[in-house]
Structure formats: C-alpha cells, structure tokens
C-alpha cells in the first residue's frame, strides 16, 4: 500500500482504536481470528495490522503449559536494531498473556513479513518507560492511552535478535 493510502488509513482506523467498542470487542475478539485467518490463507505471509503498523508474530512458550503460543502484535523499531512491544491487551486490566510467556521463558522467536528470526526479550527498564513510550507514539499516536485507561502499568519488551544456532 503506498504510503499517503497508509497514512489516509491510518488516520481514519486511528480513532476507532481509541473507542470503547474497539477496546472491548473488535480488538480482542474479532481481530486476533482475523489475522490468524489471513495469515493461514497466505501462509503466514500477510498480517492484517501490518498493513498499517509494523507488524510481527511473536513466538513464545507458554509460561504455564509450556506449549508453543503465537501472538500477532504491533512493533516499534527503536532504531538499534530491536523491536519494542507493549502488553497493551487493548486497555484491559489483565496482562496478555504473551507478556508473562516473555517473563518466564524470554528467549523467543519472531516472523517478520515472512522471515522468522530467534530473539532475547528483555524488559524496558522504568528509567526508560517515558522515552520507550515516546517513541511508540510517533508511530501510533496516544497508544500509551491504552495504559492509562487499564489502570495498570503495561509491559513492554526490547526483542533483540540473536545469532541463529547452526
């Protein structure tokens, strides 16, 4: 999509995301079968919310059950190199739980338009959570909204990729 089409996009589905329909319904229940749909039609090579944001798929194991989990999220690059995510759950009150699978199990993979890489997740530091959310928000203006209505501090994670093993 060209960019002055993702820009025009963006600033029409921008303020859906910040309404209560969206945060309560089509975020956390229509979208995530979207995308898994979609990205089982093109065999994992097209994210819905790519087409706006940049996009990952977060590969993780289960903190509880130790079974691989998946987690399409929007990323912020940082400009080193690393992705930064936030456990936003569309303002819910809970952590995702893709958050705590990072917390106990922080070396991770992601897919990125198709190419998967292995990852270290580390959480962002409360010295930096300011900075880290600035820069969040020049991608996706009042994201950090989703925190404050949740009445919780979100998580967000540094994603920097590791040197895959031979």
Excluded at 16 to 36: H, I, S
């Amino acid at each position: 999509m060209p960019a002055k089409a993702v820009d025009i996009v963006r600033a029409i589905v921008a303020p859906l995301t910040r309404t209560r329909v969206f945060r309560r319904v089509l975020g956390p229940l229509l979208l995530p079968p979207v995308e898994r749909f979609v990205a089982w039609i093109s065999h994992g090579r097209v994210q819905v919310s790519a087409l706006l944001v940049p996009s990952l798929v977060l590969h993780t194991v289960g903190a509880k059950s130790g079974e691989p989990r998946d987690a399409a999220l929007m990323y912020t690059p940082d400009g080193q190199g690393r992705a930064i995510v936030a456990g936003t759950n569309f303002a819910g009150a809970r952590h995702p739980a893709w958050t705590a699978n990072l917390l106990a199990h922080p070396d991770a993979a992601i897919t990125v338009r198709g190419r998967r890489m292995l990852v270290r997740a580390t959480p962002v530091p409360d010295a930096e959570r300011d900075a880290v959310w600035a820069r969040i928000e020049t991608q996706w203006p009042g994201y950090r909204n989703y925190e404050r209505e949740s009445g919780r501090t979100v998580r967000l994670f540094r994603l920097q990729p590791v040197a895959q093993a031979d």
